[in-house]
Nanobody, 115 residues
Framework: QVQLVESGGGLVQPGGSLRLSCAAS????????MGWYRQGPGKQRDLVAR????????NYADSVKGRFTISRDNAKNTVYLQMTSLKPEDTAVYYC????????WGQGTQVTVSS
C-alpha cells in the first residue's frame, strides 16, 4: 500500500512557474514508476510525465515537452513536477501516480493558470 499526497498547486499567471511535490508513504517507493497526470474540466485524465524507479528515464506528453520536468528523490520518497512557461490550457487537477503491480493515486492538487 502506498499513500500519495500532492502539494504545490495554486493560481499562477500565464508564463509563470510552479513546482508540484508528491510525498509517498511506505518503504517501497523506489520500486515504483512515478507519474503525474492531469484532468481538466470536462476532460479525461491524461499522462503529463512519468519517471522510472531509479530516475534514469522520463517521458512527457508532447504538450509539456520543454516546459515541464519530472524528477524524484528516493531518499525523501518524493516526486516533483517543475512546471515553467505555464499556459491557460495547463489548468487542471494534477494527480500523482505510483505504478507497480497495482496503481496508487493521490487526491490531486489544483493548478489554475489565469491572468
Amino acid at each position: 500500500q502506498v499513500q500519495l499526497v500532492e502539494s504545490g498547486g495554486g493560481l499562477v499567471q500565464p508564463g509563470g512557474s510552479l513546482r508540484l511535490s508528491c510525498a509517498a508513504s511506505g518503504s517501497m517507493f523506489s520500486i515504483y514508476t512515478m507519474g503525474w497526470y492531469r484532468q481538466g474540466p470536462g476532460k479525461q485524465r491524461d499522462l503529463v510525465a512519468r519517471i522510472t524507479s531509479a530516475g534514469g528515464s522520463a517521458n512527457y506528453a508532447d504538450s509539456v515537452k520543454g516546459r515541464f520536468t519530472i524528477s524524484r528523490d528516493n531518499a525523501k520518497n518524493t516526486v516533483y513536477l517543475q512546471m515553467t512557461s505555464l499556459k491557460p490550457e495547463d489548468t487542471a487537477v494534477y494527480y500523482c501516480n505510483a505504478h507497480g503491480v497495482y496503481d496508487f493515486w493521490g487526491q490531486g492538487t489544483q493548478v489554475t493558470v489565469s491572468s
